[in-house]
């Protein structure tokens, strides 16, 4: 695991999307992982930029989000799919029928849950999956106690999920409780993994999961088994990590990160 800090989240964010960026460039048939969340929509508006004004180019890229409400149609608001839509799909030339979300509308959640993991199979696995963490250190929807084997499914939230992501919705009651999640297997599957926390709120849980003992109460803990697992965070997210001289060192000092240097 490679742990990036960065002194704003501004630059946290700009480091994010140009290691995306620099992957589709060499690999323009790339598969993306994609997460939401309001920490994902600068990345993606980056990104965008990136597109208007450098030519990135995303005609030949597909992706896969890690995870869709059950009960919500794509053009619903609150939907995922419009949320991408909204902030990235919209803004760039990938194709649309090559974004892929679960269906949250599936009248089989087993059967749905085995359909999303056959077509990520079916589209060689996912070369880079940008993840988010929440408040409880779950990664996708992958609340406390999830397998770290588990695959995608339906999962029921938890009520701090619930009350973290109800107040987006016009009327937080309308939030569903349940909702389709790549597993934590599934994500582990990634070639490549990109973590990014910002903001004073996430201190602990980004300890915990970076520094911390895997468990499956906090599923980001079990990026630590990944191969090629980067963490990218502000001063604010990484404010109680212990080692941060040694992973300022790598940074500063690893051939790889030379030309991010004044990010």
């Not at 090559?98 to 996912?126: C, F, Q, S």
């Not at 963490?133 to 999830?146: A, K, M, T």
């Not at 016009?170 to 599957?189: C, N, Q, S, Y």
């Not at 906090?218 to 502000?234: E, G, K, M, R, W």
Request: with cysteine; charged share 25%.
């Amino acid at each position: 695991m490679e742990v990036i800090i960065r002194p704003t989240t501004e630059s946290a964010v700009k480091l994010t999307a140009k290691i995306i960026a620099d992957q589709l460039r060499a690999d323009p048939a790339m598969v993306l992982g994609l997460a939401t969340g309001r920490t994902m929509e600068a990345v993606y508006k980056e990104l965008a930029r990136m597109y208007r004004e450098e030519g990135l180019d995303f005609s030949k890229a597909s992706s896969f989000n890690l995870d869709e409400y059950i009960g919500l149609s794509g053009d619903n608001k609150n939907s995922y799919r419009y949320y991408m839509n909204y902030h990235l799909f919209n803004h760039v030339n990938i194709a649309k029928d090559k974004t892929n979300l679960p269906d949250g509308l599936a009248k089989d959640p087993i059967a749905e849950g085995h359909r999303y993991e056959a077509a990520i199979k079916a589209a060689g696995g996912v070369d880079l999956q940008l993840l988010g963490i929440g408040r409880d250190g779950h990664i996708g929807f992958n609340e406390p106690l999830s397998s770290l084997s588990s695959r995608t499914r339906a999962k029921a939230l938890t009520p701090e999920t619930y009350q973290q992501n109800g107040p987006l919705f016009d009327k937080p009651e309308d939030m569903p409780m349940r909702a389709f999640t790549m597993g934590v297997g599934t994500i582990l599957d990634a070639r490549k993994v990109v973590l990014l926390v910002t903001g004073d709120e996430k201190k602990e849980i980004l300890k915990k999961a970076v520094e911390g003992p895997v468990t499956s109460m906090i599923s980001a803990t079990a990026l630590q088994f990944h191969n090629s697992a980067i963490v990218i965070c502000d001063a604010e997210a990484g404010a109680l990590l212990e080692h941060k001289d040694y992973y300022n060192w790598v940074f500063k000092t690893e051939p790889q990160w030379k030309a991010y240097q004044n990010i």
